[in-house]
């Protein structure tokens, strides 16, 4: 008897599940082989680069598991087929809110990542989000949604690549066998080194210094005596929508009727690079 998760994938089998690395992370996640497994490490990636950080000393990232949903004996996991991961799970206590544990941009940014997997193929977006079930909620959960094919699951993660400026096509395995120049691998290499290096000591309140603080990087966390916390990259995830907006609204060039334009097209590519340089060197 073949037997199948919850949205309908063939259940049980670790023969089509491998484990695999999170890219940007040392974490690692037993998923589904193909598009599906594809499609759920890419969402862990944008979750760990853009809401949440998921290397941390606690092991708490989950995927593969031969078990039933919590709660039921009967109706099998979609962990069991290789399609669901559990992300940073032992912040969500069981059935608590989004809330919890995240703010209402970090929430915000998980929606828009979910979003971006919709495809004329399927009805709903490709992956689900436990943090918007309408009974239980599940935050730490993300899923591939009821009835989803591989077909969906392959047109998803090219449409998520696309939004959040990653390559389509490429398997995230292939990416670190692309050729750079002596010239790329300099300027990556700089990129880096201004990325990773360690912050200046954090301030209290008061301008007052923090004992131990320096410990993060640009894109980590920088948290103060307040409480307050950013990630660089959800402030550069803002500025691309807003650019996308400016794209669609506003026409390169104004002409008046049966004339000629009044001045030349706007580059926005070139807008959003000089927006892009001015936000890093005030990071920096």
């Known amino acids: 008897m073949v037997v199948r998760s919850a949205n309908g994938w063939t259940a049980n089998d670790r023969s089509v599940i491998s484990t695999r690395t999170v890219r940007g992370t040392a974490v690692r996640l037993a998923v589904r082989i193909g598009p599906a497994g594809d ?14 950080d998921l290397d941390q000393p606690t092991a708490d990232d989950w995927g593969y598991a031969e078990r039933p949903i919590r709660g039921s004996t009967t109706t099998v996991s979609n962990h069991a087929s290789g399609t669901a991961i559990d992300l940073n799970a032992t912040r969500w206590p069981l059935g608590s809110a989004p809330e919890v544990n995240l703010s209402a941009n970090q929430i915000a ?8 997997t919709k495809v004329p193929s399927h009805p709903r977006p490709v992956v689900r989000w436990g943090g918007d079930y309408s009974g239980r ?22 449409a998520l690549r696309v939004r959040y400026g990653r390559t389509p096509g490429v398997h995230p395995e292939e990416d670190d ?9 300099h300027m990556l290499r700089v990129v880096f080194d201004e990325l990773t290096k360690r912050l200046p000591n ?27 916390g950013y990630r660089l990259a959800i402030e550069l995830a803002y500025l691309h929508q807003k650019m996308d907006w400016l794209h669609d609204n506003i026409p390169a060039q104004v002409t008046p009727s049966g004339g000629t334009p009044l001045g030349p ?3 926005y590519d070139q807008l959003a690079a000089a927006l892009l340089r001015t936000l890093a060197g005030r990071s920096g």
Request: charged share 25%.
């Open 39 to 52: 499609l759920l490490l890419e969402i862990a990636a944008l979750y760990d680069l853009m809401v949440q």
């Open 265 to 267: 097209a706007i580059d």
């Open 137 to 158: 909620k599940d935050p730490m959960h993300f899923e591939i949604d009821d009835a989803a094919t591989e077909a969906d699951c392959a047109r998803a993660l090219d």
């Open 109 to 116: 940014t998980v929606r828009a990542i979910v979003a971006a």
């Open 202 to 228: 954090r301030r209290g309140p008061g301008g007052q210094a923090i004992d131990g603080g320096g410990g993060d990087t640009v894109l980590g966390y920088s948290a103060n005596a307040d409480g307050f």
């Open 177 to 185: 066998d692309v050729s750079l120049s002596a010239e790329q691998d």
